[in-house]
């Protein structure tokens, strides 16, 4: 199923461009960047965005690459040159790609970890 965003000039009526502005509804609410932390707390932001946004399901995936940066932005583009060539993933999946790379492991215990230091 490949997906994508079309421009004005394809003149496509049910191009995604005509029902969502490149400029958020929202355009005053930062979204959240992302270098590589926290990536928990940073998928429940984006969902927050999206959900408020109204932000259509082939756009999600390209609105928050464009907020990654550092190590983030990396591992993104290595992950997009491993998806089917001009095919974007659906957010679930970019979703699930990001958190296996940047989530915590179950066994992690932050607590221990500062209770250690000296």
Request: proline share 7%; aromatic share 12%; with cysteine.
């Amino acid at each position: 199923m490949q997906q994508s965003l079309q421009t004005p000039s394809e003149g496509n009526q049910d191009s995604p461009r005509n029902s969502y502005s490149n400029l958020s509804r929202l355009s005053r609410v930062d979204f959240p960047k992302f270098e590589g932390y926290d990536v928990q707390g940073w998928v429940y932001k984006c969902e927050s965005f999206f959900g408020i946004d109204g932000t259509p399901d082939n756009a999600k995936v390209r609105v928050a690459s464009i907020h990654l940066d550092g190590k983030a932005l990396l591992w993104h583009q290595s992950f997009m040159r491993a998806v089917v060539p001009g095919q974007w993933p659906t957010w679930e999946m970019c979703k699930q790609a990001i958190l296996g790379r940047f989530g915590q492991q179950p066994y992690d215990d932050p607590l221990s970890d500062l209770m250690q230091l000296r």
